[in-house]
Antibody
Framework: QVQLQESGPGLVKSSETLSLICTFS????????WNWIRKPAGKGLEWIGR???????DFNPSLESRVTMSVDTSKNQFTLRLTSVTAADTATYYC???????????????WGQGTLVTVSS | DIQLTQSPSTLSASVGDRVTITCRAS??????LAWYQHKPGKAPKLLIY???TLENGVPSRFGGSGSGTEFTLTIRSLQPDDFAIYSC?????????FGQGTKVEIK
């Protein structure tokens, strides 16, 4: 398993850009994607997108126009940027690893504890 | 997007009870389903993947079953540490989607 920790501002102004960093450590063997997932209060989890070590990405179409992700393997970090935020982007944001299990990607074996980001007007 | 509907939304149970949570998909997802446990302020924990495969280190009282559109998570004998929220997640078709969660609370 790996350990993941999210960091970044807990308060972002409406229309501005949310930026978060996930720092990882531990067992980095195997093939995996790094993911961002969020949970608005009172709602279910929402997958935001993923990035591979090569830098290739996939995003949720509902957020794709506003999302970028990057990875810096030398620093053991990957980042999320979400532009033009509104109150609807207020949520706890998690980073998570998706480990290849021999037949599929898609389940998240390691997660960070999450960081609450509030969008203020 | 594939919709996942969990039932019940809240479940009241006692230590030692057998608990079953259902997850229904809006279309077939074969067996590409995972179950997670989450508690406030803690990292969510993967319990089950590929519908029925127990993640390493997860107690054997947890079990998953189902395929196609209907899945269940069963906790054979509920322990104090099991009071939490449980979510299902499909990874058959992107975007990956989650159920709304089932809260297991103390009766």
């Amino acid at each position: 398993q790996v350990q993941l920790q999210e960091s970044g501002p807990g308060l972002v102004k409406s229309s501005e850009t949310l930026s978060l960093i996930c720092t990882f450590s531990g067992d980095l063997s195997g093939s995996f994607y790094w993911n961002w997932i969020r949970k608005p209060a009172g709602k279910g989890l929402e997958w935001i997108g993923r990035i591979y070590g090569s830098g290739s990405t996939d995003f949720n179409p509902s957020l794709e126009s506003r999302v970028t992700m990057s990875v810096d393997t030398s620093k053991n970090q990957f980042t999320l940027r979400l532009t033009s935020v509104t109150a609807a982007d207020t949520a706890t944001y998690y980073c998570a690893r998706d480990l290849w299990r021999g037949n599929s990607f898609g389940s998240f074996d390691s997660w960070g504890q999450g960081t609450l980001v509030t969008v203020s007007s | 997007d594939i919709q996942l509907t969990q039932s019940p939304s809240t479940l009241s149970a006692s230590v030692g009870d057998r608990v079953t949570i259902t997850c229904r998909a809006s279309q077939s997802i074969h067996n590409w389903l995972a179950w997670y446990q989450h508690k406030p302020g803690k990292a969510p924990k993967l319990l089950i993947y590929k519908a029925s495969t127990l993640e390493n280190g997860v107690p054997s009282r947890f079990g998953g079953s189902g395929s196609g559109t209907e899945f269940t998570l069963t906790i054979r004998s509920l322990q104090p540490d099991d009071f939490a929220i449980y979510s299902c997640q499909q990874y058959n078709v992107r975007p990956w989607t989650f159920g709304q969660g089932t809260k297991v609370e103390i009766k």
